[in-house]
């Protein structure tokens, strides 16, 4: 008995020793560890440091690691967690050793390769989250293997292939997401086989053929997904039998078929349906308005009635999807909805008189942009939780109600560009409104005092209204919060109250065009913050005392120390301007006074106002010299003192104004000579000195005014010769030298004004002919040459001026015969009155032109002669034409093997064909991103290169802008604008396929280490952007906008010529209008001030941006660069640079070392090319070139540069 006890303890012992020498030399966790290490071999940081690098060490234990995560019992790793960790690399084999292994979660990285058959081992794995990466290759069938497998994520990698159908042997899956990845063929029916079935996400792929019905009954699923395939056939009537928890049915962009099935209401469980862009046929079922949780509904096309039932509904937001349809009156009493966004549609039909009628929790109604017409419904008063009710650019006609006015929580309200009339409510109340906009209507009476005590407002706006009566005397005491009132183009009345300067917070302040009477209240001078104040066209008068003269408001506006812009035109202050107007603001920009019947000397103190770019003090009453001082404004732009009776020389001192674009001294008491120094002022585009007294020659030296557009010295007492430089205004559109005393010839060199569009030299004593080059100025519209003494006869060349539409060359010495062609056919005798021996046409009333036999004879021959010689040419041409033919036929008949040039009919290109060819849009594609969408680089299967801009449709106002590049870039067409291939467009996607410009863009080449563009470079292409931008203002039949002209929209092809491309914003001016409105903002830095400030769009606006681009291009410094801070902009900088610190300025790689006379050259040449961006960027617009201009002044300085470096 003890040896047997004695037997069975050894025996006991020794098995207690195999299994521990088993559980040694077995899987345990210096395994995992091993598998680890080799793991993190596998790995690529994306940067050296990364903390995994240094934290998977052996020196530690493997449960202490980073993303590891092991089990209590036996210490082994149990789960790896390394989501968007920036790691990529391949997955080892090796990881099929982690035996206990249960969650392995790596999404959101960028591994790669196939995933290795040895993880089919990890029987334990209940997740399995790859999704995010790009891994590649087949879905491995392996995974039918992992029995507790519950989450299989795949999505957004390179899988290719079928989906296998081991697949179902996961009984215990929860969850399939294989979307955004390249798998295609049949769903397999096997996946209806997975009992626990809740998630099936298998968007964007290339699926075709149907769903296999027996997914229909899983009735675990709560979601199915199959969006962007090419899925096809019909929905199963019975689709919901089975399905009593199903929330989202997505199925959008395929081409299911049929009908949609009359069950869909019975899965009452739906919060989302998506089935728009299918070939689904019939109705809409009327059952949908059961499914009472839904909250999403996208079927495209019309708003259905049946959304009136949706009562779970809380948002429909359908902006700018060109709907065309009527809002059905059920939307708005469904009483969950907070928020309904239409706006920017075409849609029309009236709203609903039931609006709100059933406790509607409606918070925001956006609709502005469409066609809606009749009247605001009174039932708007039923809409109590209101907060936002924007209504305004539509046809809406009648009263505003008085029910509008009781709504307690609304804090915008805009009703502004509508047909509205009628009186506005007196009930207006609104406590919490904000922003208050009811201009452009034509609302009349007095306006409800009750406004004027909303404390809450910030803005409003009545302007261009009809209303009338007085502004209360108590107006700004309960107005804390206003920054800006809006009240011009109405006829307000009365006086303007002191009150008003309550309104502490008000920077803007527009009384313009009413009739206020009175003077202007000293008190604004309290409005601390006041930015810009304009009285324009009222019956104000200045509030000077008995005792003195003074315009005494002025006094009071030196407190304003924000003030950028005075504008009090047409009042009639009759007063002096006080010494104090050089105490206003170091802002203020702006000084427009015309016709304001202001009298005395203009004072000396006006030097002080350092910032004034723009001062107008026309048709008034001024007397005594322009002041020296008016030297010290550096920054002045426009000087108009016209229409006065100012008198002395015109000072040299005006001629430090080197800014200075627009000068009228016309209309004064002016005399002596035209200062020499006038020519130094490069920049001046507008020159008016007519109707003064001022004699003596013209200078030579403004000739130098190479821009100048209109030049005007008329009547004075001018003599001598007509300078030749007159030819040096290439780009001038009017000389007006009538009214002097000029002798001489007409000068021949005004050969090269092809521009001029209006020319006088009537009333002097000029002699000669006129030269045969004027028929050269293929401009011309106007041209007085009357009152003179020219002889000879008139020349036949200006029959070509095709676009002249006066003449007047009475009073002359001419003779001979009257031109009959071109423009002289509707001219009359008006045109020829007293001159010496002019014959022609009897409508002229002058003698015929003398005839002879022997000229009748000589004719006759001539005529013969050339019938028959026109006879043997047809004869030629014909021979030719059929040699031709034949030839060409033969040339045609291509062999059979011969491959066939392609088509030039765009081509269509569909969503799928994009999608392959930017391989699913990934990043390694991107080509670059903007404010609407991004541009990727794609390769089409005949290996076609084309650049495809994605619009992202979640930002605002990416569908207009789609429009818009659609609109404008089918009808556009030139060599230095980007070329539209094709287009791609649906409800949720939307893209321009353009030409692929493999030189990048102009930001690319500026900024990118080792990219480098000479000068010359640089000239050329900022000279194909001119021709662009000549060809949308000029070339065009309607002048268009760009409005966000930058270097990253500049694109270069193989031969580094410049497209313009991104019209996303653009804009085309309707016939006869030069000048719009957008509420759309361009880029910050490239942006002109009346478009950043105002929402002004014009072409001056692409001039501006033009300007601050050739100064980048050529300093390779960004206007958004941080030494611009405050004061301090990229036009300041280069102004204050010019002429003698150019070289600080320069993109210093354009200058090389010991090549001093070439760089003379560079800077020189620079230094022309800064000087036409200044005059581009100037702060006014009217004060800017047009790109005709600017095209042919940097064409000059290319060639002047071409020469000079020929001669070094």
């Known amino acids: 008995m003890e040896k047997t006890w004695f037997l069975y303890l050894t025996a006991v012992a020794l098995a207690h020793c195999f299994l521990a020498c088993l559980a040694l030399n077995g899987p345990n966790s210096t395994t995992d560890q091993s598998a680890l290490l080799v793991f993190k071999s596998y790995i690529t940081f994306n940067h050296p440091n990364h903390l995994l690098a240094t934290n998977w060490s052996s020196a530690t234990s493997v449960c202490d690691w980073i993303g590891v995560s092991c089990g209590k019992r036996h210490y082994r790793v149990v789960a790896l967690n390394l989501p968007n960790m920036g790691i990529g690399g391949t997955i080892p084999p090796h990881i099929g050793n982690l035996s206990f292994l249960s969650y392995f979660n790596i999404t959101s990285n960028t591994f790669h390769g196939h995933l290795p058959s040895e993880l089919a081992r990890l029987h334990r794995l209940n997740v399995v989250d790859f999704g995010v990466n790009n891994f590649g290759g087949d879905v491995p069938a392996w995974f039918g293997n992992l029995p507790k497998l519950q989450y299989l994520h795949l999505k957004n990698n390179s899988f290719t292939g079928l989906v296998p159908a081991s697949i179902s042997n996961i009984s215990t899956l929860e969850s399939l997401d294989l979307m955004f990845n390249f798998l295609e063929g049949s769903v397999p029916e096997e996946i209806g086989y997975l009992p626990k079935l809740k998630w099936l996400r298998m968007r964007f792929n290339n699926f075709s053929g149907p769903i296999p019905p027996t997914i229909f009954n899983i009735s675990s699923l709560e979601l199915i997904d199959f969006t962007h395939n090419m899925m096809s056939g019909n929905l199963p009537e019975d689709l919901c039998i089975f399905l009593p ?69 809380e948002k429909l937001a359908m902006e700018s999807a060109n709907l065309t349809s009527l809002i059905p009156s059920s939307i708005f009493n ?46 708007i008063g039923n809409c109590t939780w209101l907060s936002v009710f924007v209504i305004d650019e539509n046809n809406l006609t009648g009263l505003i109600p008085d029910k509008i006015g009781k709504l307690p929580n609304v804090r915008e309200l805009r009703l502004s ?152 035109n047409q009042n009639p202050l009759d007063g002096i301007l006080p010494t104090t107007i050089g105490n206003l603001s170091s802002s203020l920009e702006n000084i427009r006074a015309e016709y304001c019947g202001i009298r005395g000397n203009i004072p000396s103190e006006i030097g002080n106002v350092s910032n004034l770019a723009f001062l107008s003090l026309r048709h008034n009453g001024l007397i005594g010299f322009i002041p020296s ?195 002289f056919a509707n001219f009359t005798i008006q045109s020829f009155l007293s001159n010496d021996a002019l014959c022609g046409a009897p409508k002229f009333q002058v003698a015929p032109c003398p005839t002879s036999s022997f000229h009748h004879l000589r004719k006759k021959r001539v005529a013969l002669a050339l019938y028959i ?51 699913g849009f990934r990043e390694s594609n991107l080509l670059g991103m903007g404010s609407f969408g991004s541009v990727y680089k794609a390769i089409l299967k005949d290996n076609t290169v084309l650049a495809i801009k994605v619009f992202n449709l979640q930002v605002e106002g990416a569908f207009k802008s789609f429009d818009i590049e659609c609109e404008i870039m089918r009808n556009i067409r030139h060599r230095n604008l980007t070329k539209v291939i094709s287009s791609c467009s649906n409800l949720d996607f939307k893209a ?20 480098f563009l000479d000068l010359l470079q640089r000239l050329d292409i900022m000279i194909d952007v001119a021709c662009a931008l000549e060809y949308l203002h000029h070339g065009y039949s309607i002048p268009l906008v760009h409005c966000d002209l930058k270097p990253s929209n500049i694109l270069l092809d193989d031969d ?20 719009t409105h957008t509420k759309t903002i361009a880029t910050f830095g490239y942006i002109a001030p009346e478009f950043g400030s105002k929402g002004l769009v014009s072409t001056s606006c692409d001039v501006y941006s033009y300007g601050i681009l050739l100064m980048e291009a050529f300093t390779r410094v960004k206007p958004t660069d941080e030494m611009f801070l405050e004061d301090m902009t990229m036009r300041r900088w280069m102004r204050e640079s010019l002429p003698n610190a150019i070289s600080h300025v320069i993109d210093a790689n354009l ?51 071409l020469a000079n470096c020929r001669r070094s």
């Open 417 to 568: 560009v509508n047909n509205l009339m009628g009186a506005i409510p007196t009930s207006i109340l609104l406590p919490n409104v904000r922003e208050l906009r009811l201009s452009v209507n034509n609302l009349m009476g007095a306006i409800p005092t009750s406004i004027f005590n909303i404390s809450s407002l910030q803005s409003m706006s009545l302007a261009e209204n009809n209303l009338s009566s007085n502004l209360p005397s108590s107006i700004g005491l309960w107005l804390p919060n206003l920054d800006s009132l809006f009240l011009g183009g109405n006829k307000l009345t009365g006086i303007i109250p002191e009150s008003i300067s309550n309104a502490s917070n008000l920077a803007l302040l527009d009384l313009d065009g009413n009739a206020f009477t009175g003077s202007i209240p000293k008190s604004l001078g309290n409005l601390r913050l006041l930015e810009i104040l304009n009285l324009e066209n009222n019956n104000l008068t200045s509030g000077s005392s008995a005792s003195s003269t003074e315009l005494s408001f002025l006094n009071s506006l030196v407190n304003c120390k924000h003030l950028t812009d005075l504008i009090i």
């Open 1151 to 1201: 200058l090389k070392p010991e090549e001093e006379h070439l760089n003379a050259i560079v800077l020189q040449c620079v230094s022309s090319i800064m000087d036409l961006a200044l005059s581009c960027s100037t702060e006014l617009p009217g004060e800017r070139l047009n790109m005709k201009d600017v095209l042919a002044a940097l064409k000059k300085v290319k060639l002047w540069y």
């Open 245 to 313: 928890k199903l929330e989202i049915l997505a199925l959008s962009w395929n081409e299911f078929d049929g009908q949609i099935p009359s069950t869909l209401g019975e899965c009452r469980e739906l919060q989302i349906i998506s089935l728009s862009y299918n070939k689904f046929s019939g109705f809409i079922p009327k059952a949908i308005g059961n499914l009472t949780l839904l909250q999403i509904l996208y079927l495209g096309g019309e708003i259905p009635q049946e959304l009136g039932s949706l009562h779970s509904l």
């Open 629 to 823: 001082t008016i030297k010290a404004l550096g920054k002045l732009q426009i000087l108009d003192l016209s229409d006065n009776r100012l008198h002395g020389s015109i000072l040299d001192d005006i001629c430090q104004l080197k800014n200075m674009g627009d000068l009228r001294l016309n209309q004064n008491e002016l005399f002596g000579l035209i200062p020499e120094c006038l020519g130094n002022i490069t920049s001046l585009r507008y020159l008016y000195l007519n109707s003064n007294k001022l004699t003596f020659v013209i200078p030579t030296r403004l000739g130098n005014l190479k821009d100048i557009l209109e030049i005007n010295l008329s009547s004075n007492s001018l003599n001598g010769n007509l300078p030749p430089q007159l030819g040096s205004f290439k780009v001038a559109t009017l000389i007006d030298f009538s009214m002097n005393q000029f002798t001489g010839k007409i000068p021949s060199t005004i050969i090269g004004l092809q521009n001029l569009v209006n020319l006088s030299l009537a009333h002097n004593k000029l002699q000669g002919s006129i030269p045969d080059s004027f028929g050269s100025m293929v401009s011309l519209q106007f041209l007085d040459l009357s009152y003179n003494d020219l002889s000879d006869v008139i020349p036949k060349s200006l029959e070509t001026l095709s676009h002249l539409s006066y003449l007047n060359i009475s009073f002359n010495r001419l003779k001979g015969q009257i031109p009959n062609g071109g423009p």
């Open 992 to 1011: 321009i396929v353009l030409e692929y410009m493999p030189n990048g863009s102009l930001e690319r080449w500026l900024y990118s280490y080792n990219y």
């Open 869 to 919: 010689l026109l006879l043997i040419a047809s004869i030629l041409l014909a021979t030719t034409f059929v040699f031709l033919f034949i030839k060409c036929r033969r040339r045609n008949q291509t062999p059979s093997n011969v491959d066939l040039l392609p088509t030039i009919t765009p081509p269509r290109i569909t969503y799928q064909q994009l999608f392959r060819a930017t391989n």
């Open 334 to 379: 469904i009483s969950s909805l907070k928020m309904l966004n239409l706006h920017t549609n075409n849609l029309f039909g009236s709203l609903s008189r039931d609006m709100c009628l059933h406790h509607s929790s409606l918070q925001i109604m956006y609709l502005p942009t469409n066609k809606l017409m009749g009247n605001i419904p009174r039932a």
């Open 1056 to 1075: 580094m010529v410049a497209h313009v491309s991104d019209f996303g914003i653009a804009k085309l001016l309707d016939l006869g209008e030069s000048v």
